[in-house]
Each structure stands twice: as C-alpha cells, then as structure tokens.
T-cell receptor, first 117, second 114 residues
Framework: GAVVSQHPSRVICKSGTSVKIECRSL??????MFWYRQFPKKSLMLMAT?????????EQGVEKDKFLINHASLTLSTLTVTSAHPEDSSFYIC?????????????FGPGTRLLVL | AQSVTQPDIHITVSEGASLELRCNYS??????LFWYVQSPGQGLQLLLK??????LVQGIKGFEAEFKRSQSSFNLRKPSVHWSDAAEYFC????????????FGTGTRLQVTL
C-alpha cells in the first residue's frame, strides 16, 4: 500500500520551454502532497505543500510563478516548471500523505530527473 | 526552528557487521521522527517512524531505531548489514499538525564492503 508514482521519470528539454511533472497516489487518497528538489549529493529541499482544491503554499525563496503546482484531485498533483533554464536542472521528488493513515507520514514518489539544455 | 543533524556524511561497514547511523534533532515539542532510505536515482522509502509509545521502533529490512529524549537522538541500527543496504539514509523530523512538513538531515551515505 501507499504507492506514489511520478511521470516522467526523466525529461530533457530546451531552455525556455515548460515541463510538467505528474505525481499520483495510486492506492490512497492524498489530501496533502509535497514537492521537493534535490541537488546532487544533497538533502531534500521542500519547495511547496499543496492541499487538494487549494492553492499551494510555497517555501521561502521558491518562485511560485516559475514552479506552478496544481492539486486538482485527491490522487494527482502536478508541478510545471515554466520557462525552464539550465539552473532548474535537478531531481524533483513528490510525496503524499494519506489522510486516513495519518497526515504525519509522507510516502515518496521515485523522482523525476530534469535536464534543461 | 526545528533541525536535524546527521553527523556522519559517509560510513563504510563490512557485510555482516553491525550498523548505527546517528541522528540528532532539535524540536520544541514531542517530535515525529522518521528514517528514510534512498537508493541512487530513486525516491525515498520509509524505513520506520516514531510518533509515541515504545521508544524502540522496529522497521522494515531488519532496521530499528531508538528514541532517546534526553539525548535528542533517534539513531538507526541494524545488527547485520547486507550489501544491498548500501544507500543514502535520511533522518527527518515531522512538524505536528495536519499538514506535516518534514525537515530532513543532510543524509549519511552507507557503503558496504564485501
């Protein structure tokens, strides 16, 4: 149980284009989803928290107009990197918490590696 | 503000040897504590968690962790390491509340020699 998927697993795009990453909870309803960014050999940096049907809450220093987050249903959240630039290249990981099991536990997706050329 | 410290960046152990990964936290209330493991290029897998009750917590893959309030620690242990345990291990503290954010430590990379 508590499986989270991400799509795509890796993507390469040209500078200036937008990229959408999907995060799905496969066997539970996720009232809250989180988006993280991880640099090589570094820990996870929380970018934003999203609740279904509400606007995402962004962490300090994260540009909300650049990293658009939508959480339209209890099983799907999307992160769109708009006008991507090489410095946006990173490993993006989502997680979801199960309102029934307990909001305190996050289950992580496998991550999406983004390379912007 | 809450914080998590993993003092060991890199640890190497021989297969079959015991393992202890250190984690210290700073949090104003009773913390929710987690250990996650990340294999290269993968997401994070939950090994175990502590919310309350018995301070010795059993997890998957033979791991256990002990919450010691007096030392603000939540160290991860395994009596006999397998080569497949080589990975990055993250300790995290969860904020109490309905939308529980996690604060992660910087991680400890475990290398297992045969």
């Amino acid at each position: 149980g508590a499986v989270v998927s991400q799509h795509p697993s890796r993507v390469i795009c040209k500078s200036g284009t937008s990229v959408k990453i999907e995060c799905r909870s496969l066997d539970f309803q996720a009232t809250t989803m989180f988006w993280y960014r991880q640099f090589p050999k570094k820990s996870l940096m929380l970018m934003a928290t999203s609740n279904e049907g509400s606007k995402a809450t962004y962490e300090q220093g994260v540009e909300k107009d650049k990293f658009l987050i939508n959480h339209a249903s209890l099983t799907l959240s999307t992160l769109t990197v708009t006008s991507a630039h090489p410095e946006d290249s990173s490993f993006y990981i989502c997680s979801a918490s199960d309102a029934i099991v307990g909001a305190q536990t996050q289950y992580f997706g496998p991550g999406t590696r983004l390379l912007v050329l | 503000a809450q914080s998590v410290t993993q003092p060991d960046i890199h640890i190497t152990v021989s297969e079959g040897a015991s393992l202890e990964l250190r984690c210290n936290y700073s949090y104003g209330a009773t913390p929710y504590l987690f250990w996650y493991v990340q294999s290269p290029g993968q997401g994070l897998q939950l090994l175990l968690k502590y919310f309350s009750g018995d301070t010795l917590v059993q997890g998957i893959k033979g791991f256990e962790a002990e919450f010691k309030r007096s030392q603000s620690s939540f160290n991860l242990r395994k009596p006999s390491v397998h080569w497949s345990d080589a990975a990055e291990y993250f300790c995290a503290v969860g904020h109490t509340g309905t939308a529980s954010k996690l604060t992660f430590g910087t991680g400890t990379r475990l290398q297992v020699t045969l």
